[in-house]
């Protein structure tokens, strides 16, 4: 058991910068039972955007499907071979968690690999609850709260926020894996088309729109998006009065990370087009310790 944690938290700290200096501020075992849930969902993304052919893709989620079942029977023992099914069926006897949102998780994770499309964004939306809200739901389940209805609210639309903030800072990134994201409704409402993310633009630096000579606005675009990310982070973030103290460092330090990632899209929405957005290693660990020390993490 002690082997199958920390291989989900190698994993973690491996694979996960962001959401690993979160859980650095738990206890250890919502520390390890988080670790098991990111290992898992984790390995659900990796499928959908591995370079199986697509049929394995849906073998291989299918797979996992049944995987969870086994985990819900009971009928995992502790010398089974795959680590991460150990790690979370022990975790599952601690902490109450809603198994049913990885099957959710892969309902999202089959849309990305039928390459589905957005055309409004209450369409966007559910996809973003289906890989994001859910990974919410998971992590509440461990961290518990003293209100759990509104909690589980909040911690929806704080995955919604972080979530957003994903699409924005990979938009370029995705684009180049035939993705897009954002919704067609708001693509043409600022002339844009889905192939001008791929297209080179102004370096860091100059002062140039990102317009095109047909009139395409991914500037006014990306701060709308951008603008909706902020909206859902500001009613999200209510949440963390509902956690103890240190799942509520936690989250603020997570949730703090994107936001800084978000902000800096605000100021240089060009950016996003040239790469990703990141911060450097030594803010998010600022980030991290402001919220363990009860300051502002964003």
């Not at 330090?253 to 996003?272: K, Q, S, T």
Request: glycine residues 10%.
């Amino acid at each position: 058991m002690a082997a199958a944690y920390l291989y989900c938290e190698a994993v973690t700290g491996s694979q996960a910068k962001n959401f690993s200096y979160g859980i650095r501020l738990l206890p250890a075992p919502k520390r390890r039972a988080m670790s098991a849930i990111y290992a898992l969902a984790r390995r659900i993304d990796d499928i959908g955007d591995g370079t199986w052919s697509d049929e394995r893709k849906f073998e291989e989620l299918g797979r996992t499907r049944a995987l969870l079942d086994e985990i819900r029977e009971g009928s995992v023992e502790p010398e089974d071979t795959d680590p991460v099914k150990v790690a979370l069926a022990h975790a599952c006897t601690l902490f109450p968690i809603p198994l049913d949102c990885f099957d959710e998780l892969i309902d999202g994770m089959e849309m990305d690999v039928r390459g589905a499309q957005y055309a409004t964004f209450d369409e966007l939306r559910h996809y973003c609850r289906c890989v994001a809200g859910t990974i919410g739901m998971l992590s509440l389940s461990v961290f518990g709260c003293s209100d759990p209805k509104r909690g589980a609210e909040y911690a929806d639309t704080l995955g919604l926020a972080l979530q957003l903030t994903n699409i924005l800072r990979d938009v370029r990134e995705d684009a180049g894996n035939g993705r897009i994201y954002l919704p067609a409704e708001d693509l043409a409402a600022y002339g844009c088309k889905p192939e001008g993310f791929g297209l080179a633009v102004p370096p860091a630096g100059e002062a140039a729109s990102i317009a095109s000579a047909s009139g395409e606005d991914f500037r006014g675009l990306i701060l709308f998006e951008a603008r909706r990310a902020q909206g859902y982070f500001d009613e999200g973030l209510r949440l963390l009065p509902m956690l103890d103290r240190r799942s509520r460092a936690c989250v603020g330090a997570m949730a703090g990370i994107y936001h800084r990632v978000l902000e800096r899209i605000v100021a240089e929405p060009e950016a996003v087009l040239r790469g990703r957005v990141s911060l450097p290693g030594w803010e998010k660990a600022y980030v991290a310790l402001s919220g363990l020390l009860g300051g502002r993490s964003s």
